[in-house]
């Protein structure tokens, strides 16, 4: 039986990441990606059973990098300003350095993976925002909302720079590059909504 060698899985990973953003699911193959990453399509068999757990797998791996980088130098008890403003940075630090993960999402939210992925992703980060939510309105620094309008006006708009960042256009094809200073004015705004 053949080994794992880490510095393969390493070069697999990251060909397949290039390879889904670039291809999408459908332009992807094990074969290509072998080819891709130097290794006989045999070798891609010792880490991934076949194509669909190589994307769940990679999905989910990356999943776990967002949810530990958004929760750097966080915690639930926060004041909501303070908290919401910290997840501010870590989400646009993180998206901003890693392009290639953000593109993924975006295919991978619009897929039958979806919700595999989130499912094993977001317990304990689902468990640590609900609290951190839950003690902002108890401290009546947030109106109470559903999920979705939550999420909608709290992320929604800093996601939206980071899309029309990484297009390099925004509405109506105008050029945009990503701010400090729009995502400032964004944030303040934000701030200003979700407050009672």
Same mark, same amino acid.
């Given at each position: 039986?053949?080994?794992?060698? =880490?510095? &393969? =899985?390493?070069?697999?990973? =990251? ?33 991934? @059973?076949?194509?669909?757990?190589? *994307?769940?797998? !990679? ?25 919401? &403003? ?12 890693? &392009? ?6 975006? !295919? ?6 979806? =919700?595999? *992925? ?12 609900? @609290? ?5 309105? @108890? ?52 701030? &200003?909504?979700?407050?009672?």
């Amino acid at each position: 039986m053949r080994t794992r060698d =880490e510095n &393969k =899985e390493l070069i697999v990973r =990251e060909k397949a990441l290039e390879m889904l953003v670039l291809q999408g699911l459908d332009g992807f193959s094990m074969q290509k990606l072998a080819k891709a990453a130097g290794v006989s399509p045999a070798t891609l068999y010792i880490y991934y @059973q076949d194509k669909e757990d190589l *994307i769940l797998k !990679l999905g989910i791996q990356e999943g776990k990098r967002l949810s530990e980088a958004t929760l750097k130098n966080f915690s639930p008890e926060m004041s909501f300003a303070d908290g919401l &403003k910290i997840q501010w940075i870590n989400r646009s630090g993180f998206w901003l350095e890693n &392009k290639q993960s953000y593109d993924l999402f975006e !295919l991978l939210r619009n897929s039958t993976y979806r =919700e595999k *992925i989130f499912a094993a992703i977001n317990v304990e980060f689902r468990a640590i925002m609900g @609290q951190f939510v839950r003690n902002a309105i @108890q401290k009546e620094e947030l109106i109470p909302l559903t999920l979705e309008v939550y999420w909608s006006i709290a992320f929604a708009p800093l996601h939206n720079l980071i899309r029309f960042h990484n297009d390099g256009r925004s509405v109506g094809g105008r050029p945009y590059t990503f701010s400090e200073k729009d995502m400032w004015e964004m944030f303040a705004l934000v701030l &200003k909504a979700l407050k009672p």
